[in-house]
């Protein structure tokens, strides 16, 4: 398996464009979660799903964010419009979806917003 | 919901010794706590985990004890190397149908040749 895939690993934007993240959960995975990391606030989590169903989105900063997951292989994550205070490094992760079970990260997507 | 605190914030070791990282719970209900490594630049990865119903748990020079009565969980880490510097982050999963872990601020150990 290759494990959750996230794309772009790097993403520069202008203040005010619209950036979107992608997340591939690992195959039979459940439940998929979206954290953002930075220095003064530590691991984020923003929203997870259950079964391709959003369960907790009460980490979402604002309503510039939002996101979806319209199968059970694919998310995304979509700031509009982007500010500066949004730069971070963006992690999804899956799970097999009990809360026993431990979660996969993806390798991350770095994004400066400029 | 559940609020995890984890200390020391920093960690500086000389190989071979031990390190120890401390992480306290709010949530009565938690019932699984893992443990994240994350190198500079990279995904954090799960090392060793434990369930509530184990009070201790060890992978090699790794190991993790859990005190329900008191809510809090240690990460033991023996005969340091290197390689063991990172970020370390403890985390709890709350209880119910809630599958969303709470982690903590994580721990910069260094492992000093």
């Known amino acids: 398996d290759a494990g959750v895939i996230q794309s772009p690993r790097h993403e520069v934007t202008e203040m005010g464009q619209e950036v979107t993240l992608r997340c591939k959960p690992i195959s039979g995975h459940n439940s998929l979660f979206w954290y953002r990391q930075t220095m003064m606030r530590g691991l984020e989590l923003l929203i997870y799903?259950?079964?391709?169903?959003?369960?907790?989105d009460s980490g979402m900063p604002e309503d510039r964010f939002s996101a979806k997951m319209p199968n059970a292989s694919f998310s995304t994550l979509k700031i509009q419009p982007s500010e500066p205070r949004d730069s971070a490094v963006y992690f999804c992760a899956s799970s097999l979806g009990g809360r026993l079970y431990g979660y996969t990260f993806g390798s991350g997507t770095r994004l400066t917003v400029v | 919901g559940e609020n995890v605190e984890q200390h020391p914030s920093t960690l500086s070791v000389q190989e071979g010794d031990s390190a120890v990282i401390k992480c306290t719970y709010s949530?009565?209900?938690?019932?699984?706590f893992p443990w994240y490594k994350q190198e500079l630049g990279k995904r954090p990865q799960l090392i060793i985990d434990i369930r509530s119903n184990v009070g201790e748990k060890k992978d090699q020079r790794i190991a993790v004890t859990l005190n329900k009565t008191a809510k809090h969980f240690s990460l033991h880490i023996t005969e340091t190397q290197p390689e063991d510097s990172a970020v370390y982050f403890c985390a709890a999963s709350m209880g119910g149908s809630n599958y969303k872990l709470t982690f903590g601020k994580g721990t910069l150990l260094t492992v000093n040749p």
């Open positions: 799903f259950n079964n391709n169903v959003p369960i907790d």
């Open positions: 949530d009565s209900a938690s019932n699984y």
